[in-house]
């Protein structure tokens, strides 16, 4: 989606880091999420946020960290807390609070993290 | 435990003939549910959705149905092309409590289509 960049597509951590992954939008959306996706898995939720300087736990929040300072950047820190931190990284973003009919989220082409 | 369930990873169709992507759901609080493709190493692409107040919404060659009563969803493809092949994921919306807008994701169909 040429609306949510998601910087880099690559990523190598040395065990004992954070590292941090970028989340831009230009879409002028209030919701951004995080999710991870690893192999043979659905999506799952790590932080959303849904408007700035707010942002909420998801289902896998251990061992991430978030910030939301601007409406355009929601970046997603991974730190050494989180022993697992192999896989893919997806942004997304939504319009507003609340699904409607016409407001799927849409999301950036992911962040894959390996460990070194 | 699972809320949203794709019991098939896998499923191949000729080119021209109908792909049906099934998906079961367990929470009835979900009233809005999404198709969204995947190619690989590229983001989720949002396909077609369903509000629960309907049974049926087309959209081109792609057709949801949804049946409440049985807490089951499919997607039609028809006809299928070489291009549909993806991994096809249901995710269904939490708009309740304090999670408004949030998606759960089933693990995913991943379709080939051969020609």
């Known amino acids: 989606d040429g609306g949510i960049t998601q910087s880099p597509k690559y990523l190598f951590r040395k065990e004992g880091q954070n590292v941090t992954l970028s989340c831009e939008q230009n879409l002028n959306h209030d919701a951004m999420y995080w999710y991870r996706q690893d192999p043979g898995q659905g999506l799952r939720l790590i932080y959303y946020s849904q408007i700035v300087n707010d942002f909420q736990k998801g289902d896998i929040a251990e061992g991430y960290s978030v910030s939301r300072e601007k409406k355009e950047s929601f970046p997603l820190t991974v730190t050494s807390a989180q022993k697992n931190p192999t896989a893919f990284y997806l942004c997304a973003t939504g319009r507003g609070q609340r699904i409607h009919s016409n407001q799927p989220q849409h999301f950036g082409d992911g962040t894959r993290l390996s460990i070194l | 435990d699972q809320q949203v369930k794709q019991n098939s990873p896998s499923l191949s169709v000729q080119e021209g003939r109908i792909s049906i992507l099934n998906c079961d759901y367990t929470n009835s609080m979900f009233d809005y549910f999404l198709w969204y493709k995947k190619y690989p190493a590229e983001g989720p692409t949002f396909l077609i959705s369903i509000s629960s107040i309907k049974d049926k919404n087309e959209d081109g060659r792609f057709t949801v149905f949804l049946n409440k009563s049985a807490k089951h969803l499919s997607l039609h493809i028809v006809p299928s092309q070489p291009g549909d092949s993806a991994v096809y994921f249901c995710?269904?919306?939490?708009?309740?409590?304090?999670?408004?807008?949030?998606?759960?994701f089933g693990k995913g169909t991943k379709l080939s289509v051969k020609p």
């Open positions: 995710a269904a919306s939490k708009n309740y409590g304090g999670s408004q807008g949030n998606l759960i």
